[in-house]
């Protein structure tokens, strides 16, 4: 620390000179769509494409410039005591945060910033979500930002580093967890969307490109009952080999571990590195997560639920602890995370009403609908095929839904566990989140005209970290007040009374 | 089924101000009731000029699918939110109630209050109304109290700040 801070903490310091060209990769989109619209047309670009390109090229200009004035603009400065931030070509804005306000800093780079050996360094404070609570430097030498960070953090205790430092680190036979994530089918489709959108911006229509309408009208002419099975798995292949790039990217050298007795750190990342460092005093708990897919191959995801992550988007990319993994690493990370055993004990069930209140809804939101609207144009056009359709979706969206109330009901749960508040719910998406119980800031009981009659009441922790409220589904209504009590002592008790002789369910 | 044991939550003490139910009338009328009255008009009206062999089918269906719901609503809500609306400032927490169909109690401690906002909107100022709005550092903690008399607001306010100050606590 006292090495570094020799070369002029104290001075205001500029951002590093090749942010500039950074600045320029914006000139890089309008070159090469004017580019892909030459290629394509064999120069002979029409009038409007011509003022679409202009006006691109106008926008990203302004961009560039708007990049260059920030950084001819920005100074910065350490000292012992807080960060500060200059900026702006008019109004000059300094900005300073006291060090021990600074919860997190977080270095990423994007592949340009790489290939200049740049990376970004955002320090973000306690303040939850506006983009206020966050400084950002765009863009600083990696061996620079590093050391900004050690000046930051400096004030640390890292007197008492744990036994072992590292939580938890890549390995790469988790790839295979990779194709049960959502990037299967959506990355195809994102991939196919993002693609035509630029051809589209460029002035080229896809579906009028020969080769384009060859391979259309073959597919039509050929034998569908071949056909569509090869495109269907033509599109697994692709998608689950998009969703290993995904993978690889997102997680290449991906490293967990206690930086010292207060911070955490995460680093991860490809082409865009990533490196997000937590304070343990703003790591509220963590949320074991398990989408349908994942859970059914045995794997599951780990987030921090911790303040000054920045805003909601921000949060989802930062708070990531581990990628889609075995069940049983997910459990053992996020224990190293709370540094305490991640309390999996027996939750208490949720009255019987939540199961028939998961069934009706699936019932009458998605059966219903669909088995009238196919019945009825059946009817009208008297078509048996559609009929018959009817039927067959109403038995089998009955059986998905019967199946999928059950599973909804049986990840239902809430209990104490030690210093913990836990929760587990979603079906599609089941969360299980380990809540410290003094971090939570209010109470909120929700009910419903069906659930009130059911006796069940929603109950939302509200925390000032992750997604600031956490919610317990359909429990029962006469015990959530009391539980609510005995998790966070000093909320609600001077709420309640004693109940009726007889509360009549 | 025995007695139970279990303490429950009790409703908060304090209702809103009266008046808050012409507010809330008013509010239905210019969002909600009024816009589904007028097309109802609308749609009878020119049916009787230009397609009157469509009434007989149209006016019930205009009756049942605009007009009773429409002012359904612009009698019900109003009353319903008057009877669910309250709230209260005890020794440790705020605490509140709001909704009709859906409804929703919720309780900060003190300790944990931010800001204290009491805002009138126009219409709300006709009626000499205010709504206070007590932030904690958690958007899912916020606590909003609508239809309170301009007096009370005050009043509530001054108190909720001086109690939190009172309170000790991070507000974290």
Redesign the interface.
């Known amino acids: 620390m006292t090495a570094s801070a020799d070369d002029g903490s104290g001075d205001w310091r500029r951002l590093d000179r090749r942010t500039l060209l950074v600045h320029c990769q914006w000139l890089g989109a309008p070159l090469g769509s004017i580019a892909l619209a030459a290629l394509a047309t064999g120069g002979q670009i029409p009038t409007g494409s011509w003022i679409a390109l202009g006006c691109i090229a106008a926008a990203f200009v302004a961009i560039t410039l708007g990049g260059l004035v920030h950084w001819a603009r920005t100074e910065f400065r350490v000292d012992a005591e807080a960060l500060a931030v200059r900026s702006g070509l008019f109004t000059r804005r300094l900005r300073t945060v006291p060090l021990r306000r600074i919860r997190s800093v977080d270095l990423t780079a994007s592949p340009v910033h790489r290939l200049l050996g740049l990376t970004v360094l955002r320090a973000g404070t ?1 303040g ?2 506006t983009g206020l609570s966050e400084m950002s430097l765009n863009a600083l030498r990696v061996r620079d930002a590093e050391r900004l960070r050690t000046e930051i953090l400096a004030h640390v205790d890292r007197s008492a580093v744990a036994d072992d430092p590292l939580v938890s680190r890549i390995n790469w036979r988790w790839l295979r967890y990779a194709p049960l994530t959502f990037w299967v089918i959506g990355g195809v489709f994102t991939v196919a969307g993002a693609a035509s959108r630029i051809l589209d911006g460029a002035g080229i229509q896809a579906w009028r490109l020969p080769f384009v309408r060859r391979a259309f009208s073959e597919f039509g002419s050929s034998m569908l009952w071949l056909t569509v099975p090869a495109l269907l798995l033509a599109i697994l292949v692709v998608g689950s080999l998009g969703a290993l790039v995904v993978y690889a990217e997102n997680w290449w050298n991906y490293r967990l571990e206690w930086t010292d007795a207060r911070m955490l750190r995460v680093r991860r990342g490809l082409l865009t590195t990533r490196s997000v460092t937590i304070e343990r005093d703003r790591l509220r708990g963590a949320v074991i997560r398990e989408p349908l897919l994942l859970r059914a191959g045995g794997g599951a995801q780990v987030r921090a639920v911790a ?1 000054g992550l920045g805003n909601r988007e921000d949060n989802r990319r930062r708070s990531a602890l581990l990628p889609p993994a075995p069940r049983g690493e997910a459990v053992r990370v996020a224990a190293g995370a709370l540094q305490a055993p991640f309390p999996e004990a027996d939750l208490i069930a949720h009255p019987r009403a939540a199961l028939r209140r998961r069934r009706t809804r699936g019932l009458v939101l998605a059966v219903l609908p669909g088995v009238v609207a196919l019945a009825v144009l059946g009817a009208v056009f008297s078509s048996g095929v559609l009929l018959h359709a009817a039927w067959v979706y109403g038995l089998v969206a009955t059986l998905a839904v019967l199946w999928l109330a059950r599973d909804a009901y049986r990840s239902l749960g809430h209990t104490i566990a030690g210093p913990y508040l836990l929760a587990r719910s979603g079906t599609f998406h089941r969360d299980t989140v380990a809540l410290q119980r003094e971090s939570i ?9 069906l659930g ?1 009659r059911a006796g069940v009441v929603t109950l ?1 922790a ?4 992750g997604e ?2 956490y919610r317990i589904p359909d429990a029962d209504a ?2 959530a ?2 539980f609510a ?1 005995e998790v966070s002592p ?16 | 089924m025995p007695a139970d044991p279990r303490p429950q939550l009790r409703p908060p003490r304090h209702r809103v101000d009266p008046k808050a139910r012409r507010w809330w009338t008013v509010q239905a009328l210019l969002v909600v009731s009024g816009p589904l009255l007028l097309v109802a008009a609308a749609l009878l009206a020119l049916s009787v000029l230009f397609f009157p062999g469509a009434l007989p089918w149209l006016a019930p269906l205009v009756l049942v699918v605009l007009v009773l719901p429409s002012v359904g609503y612009l009698i019900a809500m109003p009353r319903w939110r008057y009877a669910v609306h309250a709230w209260e400032l005890g020794e440790q927490a705020v605490y509140a109630a709001s909704g009709w169909l859906w409804q929703q109690r919720r309780i900060a401690p003190l300790s944990r209050v931010q800001t204290v906002d009491a805002v009138r909107g126009p219409v709300q100022r006709r009626y000499g109304l205010a709504t206070v709005t007590v932030t904690t550092a958690s958007t899912a903690g916020d606590i909003k109290i609508a239809g309170l008399s301009d007096a009370d607001a005050e009043e509530l306010s001054r108190r909720i700040s001086d109690a939190a100050q009172v309170v000790p606590g991070d507000a974290s």
Do not use: D, N, Y
């Open positions: 306690a939850s979500g303040g800031a209010a109470w909120t009981f929700t009910t419903s005209p009130r939302t509200a925390v000032a970290a600031e409220g006469v015990e007040p009391s009590a000093g909320i609600v008790e001077e709420f309640l009374e004693p109940a009726p002789t007889s509360s009549g369910g």
